[in-house]
Each structure stands twice: as C-alpha cells, then as structure tokens.
C-alpha cells in the first residue's frame, strides 16, 4: 500500500531565503507526482506536475525534482516571500493500482517571516 | 472561466439528517473526486467515478454516497450513518484521457454538525 509522508510538518524561514520541501513515498511504481498549495480554508492549487519518466519541473521560483528509485521528491522555492505562506501537499498516482486513485502527503506548512 | 465549483461554502447539519454537498466541472474533465480533509492531516479519498454512472469506493466510503448522472456533476451525500462528519470536503477531476493528468480542486465546502 502506497503511504506518502512529508517531513517536516512546519517550517519557518525568514524572507529571502532558499528552501527545500520534501515528499517522500513507499511505493516505487508510480505514474506521476504533483505539488500543490493550500491557503487557509482554501482548496488546493497545482503547482507543479511530474510526469514518472522525467526528473524536474520548474516553474518561476519553484523547481521540483523526482527520484523514483529513493522514492523521493523535492520542491525547491528560490528567494521566498511572504506571500509563499501556506500548507504545500504532494500527492503520488499510483502507476498499477486503481487507475484514479492518488494518495497525499499531510502537508508542511510553511512560514515565511518578513 | 473553466474549473471547479462546490456549493455551498458552509453547511450546518443537525444530528440525524443527510446533507448533500454540490460538485461541478466545465473543464470536460473525466474522473472526478470527492476528498475530506481534517485539521493537520492529509486528503483522505471518499469516492472517485472515472466515468458516467460508475463510481468506486475510497477509503472512508462508509456514511457517504455519491451518483454520477452527468460528466460535468459530482454530488456527495453525507448520510446520518457517518458519525463525524464536521470536516472540510474538497471536489477535484482529472482528465484521465489525456497524457498530462493534472488534477484540479475546487474551493471547498466546511461542513459543521450542530
């Protein structure tokens, strides 16, 4: 059974600074990984989709990487702001289980301080 | 504008009674979700459909119903038979027929038993 897990579950950094979120899965045989951000009280946002055949994705400041193999995922934010506060999920669909069915981390929320 | 709509954002339910929370896509999206989500953890996955009347159970199906008359519609029912069902439920699709397979959320309706 797929199980995700995201380490830490809080974080704070002060503003500028470069950071890295980490996603970590037990279950090697995915089909792909996505990143999301949660605002309070909010759904979720896509942020970013990796595909099981590709390494990274970057988008603006954000750049996320996969590693099938460790069963592992990073999303790298450069030179944060404030506005970056939020809860960020990752969700992992599994490449030979039910073919919708995709598992989420519990999230790290992240502060940034100004 | 294309995406998700839930309604309503906030639903108060008395002890006993069945609610029905409202779910639907113009994004002519496929599979659609139904997730509930508690104070510190992750998604947990309710009931999924990939296609028109078809439907599978998730994870926590028990106290939940759902039906899939239409592509673009996704209501779920929290019956009297879930016992606690104060919680924050989020709607999502996919389109599952297309290589990219981003999901999309929509904003959320906060269910609170009285």
């Known amino acids: 059974k797929q199980e995700v897990t995201q380490i830490p579950a809080a974080l704070s950094v002060p503003e500028g600074e470069n950071l890295v979120l980490n996603c970590s899965f037990t279950?090697?045989?995915?089909?792909?990984l996505q990143w999301f951000r949660q605002d309070p009280g909010k759904g979720l946002t896509s942020l970013l989709l990796?595909?099981?055949?590709?390494r990274e994705q970057t988008s603006g400041r954000l750049n996320a990487s996969l590693d099938k193999s460790s069963g592992r995922s990073t999303l790298y934010i450069a030179a944060s702001q404030p506005g970056d506060s939020a809860t960020y999920l990752c969700?992992?669909?599994?490449?030979?289980?039910?073919?919708?069915?995709?598992?989420f981390g519990s999230g790290t929320r992240l502060s940034i301080r100004p | 504008d294309g995406g998700i709509t839930q309604s309503p954002k906030y639903l108060f339910r008395k002890e006993g009674q069945n609610v029905t929370l409202s779910c639907e896509q113009n994004?002519?999206?496929?599979?659609m979700y139904w997730y509930r989500q508690d104070p510190g953890q992750g998604l947990r996955l309710i009931y999924y459909?990939?296609?028109?009347?078809?439907?599978q159970k998730g994870d926590i199906a028990e106290g939940y119903s759902v039906s899939r008359e239409k592509k673009e519609s996704f209501p779920l029912t929290v019956t009297s038979a879930q016992k606690n069902p104060t919680a924050f439920y989020l709607c999502?699709?996919?389109?599952?027929?297309?290589?990219?397979?981003?999901?999309?959320f929509g904003p959320g309706t906060r269910l609170t038993v009285l």
């Open positions: 994004l002519n999206h496929d599979a």
């Open positions: 999502a699709s996919i389109k599952d027929k297309s290589s990219y397979n981003e999901q999309f």
């Open positions: 459909s990939q296609i028109v009347n078809d439907f």
């Open positions: 279950d090697s045989a995915i089909y792909n």
């Open positions: 990796i595909q099981s055949s590709q």
């Open positions: 969700a992992v669909r599994g490449e030979y289980s039910s073919a919708s069915k995709i598992i």
